[in-house]
């Protein structure tokens, strides 16, 4: 008879930038009050149930794999979050959004967004939905239809060398996002939608022409 | 506004040079009433002064207080609707758990030792090779030799240490317009180790030291403070061999000064403890003080026991020698395969997050390599009865869902609905 193994695992921490941030700015801002599971480096693809040697065998190259460190860039940890089901569900809640590919023609052109949560009644209708934008030169984002609860969440990130530039984090359950003017080029960026509940996320291309003479308003 | 007390109201009224009566007692004239009349007028208004300041600090304290509350109940209000929301959340879908108090262990301190030097990068306790660098600038020379571990044009070359000669008197360096380098050595670690009005290292029975030689590290080296009883160097000359330690294994009661604990060095081997416990009476070399990682030596008693020169007197024409003499010394130990030794020690405070991932939870993930198609289908039939995961990565979040914090596994931890799992995290700060 062997002993039963009772042990845990035991892992290292790092702080994030967001987390350094709050550290640095004190009055209690730092406070970590919960948890959540991410698989972000897993490829289920790996998983082979017709392996020659049985089930005990299905996860084995997904289980000797090396991982990676942590970064710690919040925008970069934690995009694949496990997320609790009853057993027997055969679909994963997903995110939906009218279209993936928005096209602003001219400086002031409003697009709206309006997520939706497939495979889970009510799914997200609590805590809404986490839009991103990744540049905040392309247009400004803002919510429409807020949440009440009070997560207004700011997740700012330098776009290359421009400091200028940041992305852009609002909470509410649909977005208008709205043109800047682009004088030199045509400016192509994204909207991440993520649910703050089941944690799904989509991802929507947006594009603001460059001004021309038949765009430009007076 | 406030109001006169009626003693004054009703009392004297200066009506020029001449005596009245009134309420304050017998016949006064009316320079002493005026007199009388301004002290009471004054102790009056310091009394309504403090009335009215007690007044507002108590209307102030409560105004806080009303506040503070106000803020309390709404942080209270805010977390008992998240928790209520989540808790609702439990039955059906989400990807956050609340910490329970209990989970949460804050200012866990703990004290962490590694080797003091480096090593193509990596931490080593040991060191035996030792470097100058030509790029080093005559005028810090002068004060400091800097001891690399690898010659300086390699990527993983770092100080390790650095060495200084120091002399009471100023001797020892070539002096120039009234600057002499060693004096002002001697001067700067007797003021950062010795009391105010010391002006001399006393080691043991000499209370009249003159010449040292100061052995310190650098702070990303040492991060806290050097180890004590767990550095030794080995200095060697023509004809001797001489290996330092400090004695903290046989202090019972430590000296603390201004500089912190100190240490006298003695001979010895981390190995074989002191040597004192063979050899009487002991010989005081020098004092080491591990929390701000200085070693100082008797550099005369250096020079005599481990048998090389030093430049002394008023004679030098060059700075800089005699730092290059210990260098030399110890480093014809390293070549003789005696190391240099030390750790450092720095305190850690950490809190501790326990994560308990009961056999329900996070079983089914939302990384797109675990459905297909577009609806959202799981990817494999045997899922739908028997889903297995792998998370790699632990986010520690506010009530914001801001990622404060990522621990990420070794390896990808199985999940499913039969396993549990019990992840210990670990923050520093």
Not at chain 1, 49 to 76: C, K, R, V
Not at chain 2, 49 to 72: D, G, M
Not at chain 2, 192 to 220: A, C, H, K, W, Y
């Amino acid at each position: 008879m062997k002993f039963l193994d009772n042990s845990s695992i035991v892992v290292d921490a790092i702080l994030t930038k967001k987390g350094r941030e709050l550290l640095a700015r004190g009055f209690g801002e730092f406070n970590i009050t919960q948890w959540a599971l991410a698989d972000d480096e897993v490829d289920y693809d790996l998983w082979n149930p017709t392996h020659p040697q049985g089930s005990d065998y299905y996860g084995i190259q997904i289980e000797n794999m090396p991982l990676l460190e942590a970064t710690p860039d919040e925008t970069q940890s934690m995009k694949y979050k496990l997320v609790t089901l009853k057993k027997k569900t055969s679909r994963i809640p997903i995110i939906t959004v009218g279209s993936t590919s928005i096209t602003l023609t001219a400086e002031g052109d409003v697009a709206r967004i309006v997520p939706n949560t497939s495979n889970f009644a009510n799914g997200n209708k609590m805590l809404g939905y986490t839009a991103i934008l990744s540049d905040s030169d392309l247009c400004d984002i803002y919510t429409v239809d807020p949440v009440t609860l009070n997560t207004e969440a700011t997740i700012p990130r330098f776009v290359s060398d421009s400091e200028a530039a940041h992305s852009v984090s609002v909470i509410g359950y649909s977005f208008e996002v709205r043109a800047k003017k682009q004088i030199l080029a045509d400016k192509v960026g994204t909207v991440t939608i993520i649910g703050n509940e089941t944690g799904g996320r989509v991802l929507i291309t947006v594009t603001a022409l460059q001004e021309t003479t038949a765009t430009i308003r007076t | 506004m406030a109001t006169l007390p009626t003693s004054l109201e009703s009392g004297l009224v200066n009506s020029g040079d001449v005596t009245q009566p009134g309420g304050i007692g017998g016949e006064v004239s009316t320079s002493n009433l005026d007199a009388v009349i301004s002290a009471q007028a004054q102790d009056m208004a310091k009394q309504i002064i403090a009335q009215q300041t007690l007044s507002n600090q108590v209307s102030f304290n409560n105004a806080v207080r009303t506040e503070a509350l106000k803020i309390a109940d709404a942080i209270v209000q805010e977390r008992q609707n998240r928790e209520r929301i989540l808790k609702q959340l439990e039955s059906t879908g989400r990807i956050y758990t609340l910490f329970d108090v209990t989970e949460i262990v804050p200012n866990v301190v703990s004290t962490e030792s590694e080797g003091m030097f480096s090593i193509n990068g990596t931490g080593t306790g040991s060191l035996d090779a030792f470097y100058t660098s030509s790029d080093q600038s005559s005028t810090t020379k002068a004060y400091y030799l800097d001891v690399y571990n690898e010659v300086t044009s390699s990527a993983t070359s770092e100080v390790q240490f650095v060495i200084a000669y120091g002399n009471r008197l100023g001797s020892g360096s070539l002096v120039e317009n009234g600057d002499s380098p060693t004096k002002a050595i001697y001067s700067q670690f007797r003021n950062i180790l010795l009391t105010p009005g010391d002006t001399q290292f006393t080691m043991g029975d000499d209370t009249n030291i003159n010449e040292i030689f100061v052995v310190s590290f650098p702070r990303i080296r040492m991060k806290e403070k050097l180890d004590p009883g767990n550095w030794e160097i080995n200095v060697s000359g023509s004809t001797r061999q001489i290996r330092l330690i400090d004695d903290s294994d046989a202090t019972v009661n430590v000296t603390v000064n201004e500089a912190g604990r100190v240490f006298n060095v003695v001979s010895g081997t981390i190995a074989n403890l002191t040597d004192a416990e063979i050899y009487s009476p002991t010989t005081y070399y020098g004092l080491a003080y591990p929390d701000l990682g200085i070693i100082i030596l008797d550099a005369q008693k250096l020079r005599i026991s481990a048998s090389f020169a030093l430049v002394s007197g008023s004679g030098s024409t060059d700075n800089g020698v005699n730092q290059y003499a210990l260098w030399k010394a110890i480093s014809g130990s390293g070549y003789n395969n005696y190391d240099f030794l030390a750790r450092n020690e720095q305190k850690i405070n950490s809190t501790y997050y326990y994560v308990h991932v009961k056999n329900s939870e996070y079983n089914y993930s939302n990384n797109p390599t675990f459905i297909t198609g577009s609806v959202g289908d799981l990817k494999y039939q045997d899922f739908i009865d028997d889903p297995i995961v792998y998370p790699t990565s632990v986010g520690l979040y506010n009530d914001r869902n801001e990622l404060l914090a990522i621990a990420k596994l070794s390896q990808p931890l199985k999940k499913s609905f039969e396993l549990e799992a019990n992840i210990r995290v670990r923050l520093d700060f």
